[in-house]
C-alpha cells in the first residue's frame, strides 16, 4: 500500500513537472493569435476579458478560459432556444430550433460533449485530440447555424450561435498553436 501510493506521488510529480515545462514555454501574444481571426475585435475581446487580463497569459490557460466562455455561452443559448420553443409561431419553426438543441446538447456528439472532450484532451496535454474536438466543436455549430433558416427563426439567437461560432474559432487558433508547441 504504502509502496504504491509513493509511486502514485511520482507520477503525480512527473505530470506537475511536465505541464509546468510545457506552460512556461507557451506564451503567444493575443494580438497574433487575434490577427487569424475572422473578427479581430471579438478575439480580441474573448482573450481580453479573462480575470486579470490575457498579456503574458500561456496557451494553456487561455485555452481553459476560451472552454469556459464557450460553455457559459452554449449554456446561455441553450436556455434562449429552450424558451424560443415554448413560444414558437408554429411546429415548422419549432423544429428549427429543436435542431439546433441538439446540434449543440446531444449526448456523444454536439457542441457540449465535445467542449467535454476539449476539457479532457487539454487536461492530459493531448493537443491532436484537442485539435480534433475543436474541429468538432465548429462543426456542430455549424449545423445548428444550417438548421435555424435564420430567415424564419429568432435574431438574438443568431447573434448568440455568432459569437459561439467566433469564439469556437478563437479555440481552434489557441489549439493549432498548442500543437505547434509541441
Ligand atoms: C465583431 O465583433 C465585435 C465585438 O464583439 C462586434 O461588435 C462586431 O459586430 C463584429 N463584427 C462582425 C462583422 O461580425
Ligand atoms: C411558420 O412561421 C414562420 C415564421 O413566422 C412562417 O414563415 C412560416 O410560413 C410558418 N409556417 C407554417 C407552416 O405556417
Ligand atoms: C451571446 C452570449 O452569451 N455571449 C456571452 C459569452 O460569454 C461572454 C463571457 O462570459 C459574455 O460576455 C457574453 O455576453
Do not use: W
Not at 460553455?71 to 443559448?77: C, G, I, L, M
Not at 457540449?112 to 493537443?127: E, G, M, N, R
Not at 424564419?152 to 469556437?168: H, I, M, R
Request: a negative charge; charged letters at 20%; glycine letters at 4%.
Amino acid at each position: 500500500m504504502m509502496r504504491e501510493n509513493s509511486s502514485l506521488l511520482l507520477v503525480l510529480l512527473i505530470l506537475c513537472f511536465a505541464s509546468s515545462n510545457s506552460i512556461s514555454a507557451e506564451v503567444v501574444d493575443v494580438d497574433i493569435i487575434c490577427k487569424e481571426a475572422s473578427n479581430q475585435s471579438y478575439c480580441s475581446n474573448l482573450l481580453n476579458s479573462k480575470p486579470g487580463g490575457a498579456k503574458g497569459v500561456d496557451l494553456v490557460d487561455l485555452a481553459q478560459y476560451t472552454i469556459d466562455v464557450l460553455n457559459d455561452n452554449t449554456s446561455d443559448t441553450l436556455n434562449l432556444i429552450r424558451s424560443l420553443i415554448q413560444s414558437a409561431e408554429n411546429s415548422t419553426v419549432a423544429n428549427y430550433y429543436y435542431h439546433c438543441d441538439i446540434d449543440l446538447l446531444n449526448h456523444g456528439d454536439s457542441v457540449t460533449s465535445s467542449l467535454t472532450d476539449a476539457q479532457i484532451s487539454l487536461y492530459f496535454i493531448k493537443y491532436p485530440a484537442m485539435a480534433k474536438d475543436s474541429a468538432d466543436i465548429m462543426k456542430y455549430i455549424l449545423e445548428c447555424i444550417d438548421s435555424l433558416h435564420e430567415d424564419e427563426t429568432s435574431p438574438l439567437l443568431a447573434k448568440y450561435v455568432e459569437n459561439l461560432q467566433q469564439g469556437a474559432q478563437v479555440f481552434q487558433i489557441i489549439t493549432k498553436y498548442l500543437n505547434l508547441g509541441i
